[in-house]
C-alpha cells in the first residue's frame, strides 16, 4: 500500500532557526518523492522531487530533502528560517501507478520574528 | 503565462444541483488530475487523465464525474452535489505522463453545498 505520513500538523521556528518538516513514506516500489508549499489562498507550488539518483535533493527557497531508503523517509530542511516561508507543506508520494499521487495530512509552519 | 485556470473560483450551491467546475491549460500537458483538499486530510486525488479521452479514478471518485474531450480542458461533474463534497478543489497539469513531472496547480475552486 502507499502512504505518506508527516509527523507534526503544526511547526513553529523562530526567524533564522532551521526548519525540519518530516515526511515518512510506505511504497511497495521504488518511490517517486514530492514536496510541495501552499501559501494562503494560493494553489500548490514545487519545493522538490526525488525520483533516482543522488538522495540529497535541493529545491527552490533554499530548501532541500534527502531521500532515505533505510529510514523510508524523505524529511525536508532549511537552514535558516524567513518570515516569507510560513505557510502549509505536503509530502507525496508516486510511482505505483503510473498517474497516482498521494499526499500527505500537510504541515503549517509558522515562523515568529 | 503558462496557467492552468478553475472556474468558478467559488461556488454556493444547493444539494442536488448539477454543476461543473472548468478546469484549462495552455501548456500542452498530457496528464491533468482532479483533487480535493479538506482540514487535516490534506489533498486526496479525485480523477486523473493521461491523454485525451483517458481517464481514471483516483482515491475518491465517487460522487464525481470528468472527460477529457480536448487536450487543454479537463472538467469536474458533480451530477447530483451532496454536503460531504463541500470542499476545496484543485486542478493540476504536468508535461509528463504521470505525476512525476512537475505539476502545475490552479488557483483552487471552493465549492459550499447546502
Known amino acids: 500500500a502507499q502512504s505518506v505520513t508527516q509527523l507534526g500538523s503544526h511547526v513553529s521556528v523562530s526567524e533564522g532557526a532551521l526548519v525540519l518538516l518530516r515526511c515518512n513514506y510506505s511504497?511497495?516500489?521504488?518511490?517517486?518523492l514530492f514536496w510541495y508549499v501552499q501559501y494562503p489562498n494560493q494553489g500548490l507550488q514545487l519545493l522538490l522531487k526525488?525520483?533516482?539518483?543522488?538522495?540529497l535533493v535541493k529545491g527552490i527557497n533554499g530548501f532541500e530533502a534527502e531521500f532515505k531508503k533505510s529510514e523510508t523517509s524523505f524529511h525536508l530542511t532549511k537552514p535558516s528560517a524567513h518570515m516569507s516561508d510560513a505557510a502549509e507543506y505536503f509530502c507525496a508520494l508516486g510511482g505505483s501507478t503510473l498517474g497516482r499521487l498521494y499526499f500527505g495530512r500537510g504541515t503549517q509552519l509558522t515562523v515568529w520574528p | 503565462e503558462a496557467q492552468v485556470t478553475q472556474n468558478p473560483r467559488y461556488l454556493i450551491t444547493v444539494t442536488g444541483k448539477k454543476l461543473t467546475v472548468t478546469c484549462s491549460q495552455n501548456m500542452n500537458h498530457e496528464y491533468m488530475s482532479w483533487y480535493r483538499q479538506d482540514p487535516g486530510l490534506g489533498l486526496r486525488q479525485i480523477y486523473y487523465s493521461m491523454n485525451v479521452e483517458v481517464t481514471d479514478k483516483g482515491d475518491v471518485p465517487e460522487g464525481y464525474k470528468v472527460s477529457r474531450k480536448e487536450k487543454r480542458n479537463f472538467p469536474l461533474i458533480l451530477e447530483s452535489p451532496s454536503p460531504n463534497q463541500t470542499s476545496l478543489y484543485f486542478c493540476a497539469s504536468s508535461l509528463s505522463v504521470g505525476p512525476i513531472g512537475t505539476q502545475y496547480f490552479g488557483p483552487g475552486t471552493r465549492l459550499t453545498v447546502l
Open positions: 511504497s511497495s516500489v521504488p518511490p517517486y
Open positions: 526525488y525520483t533516482t539518483g543522488a538522495t
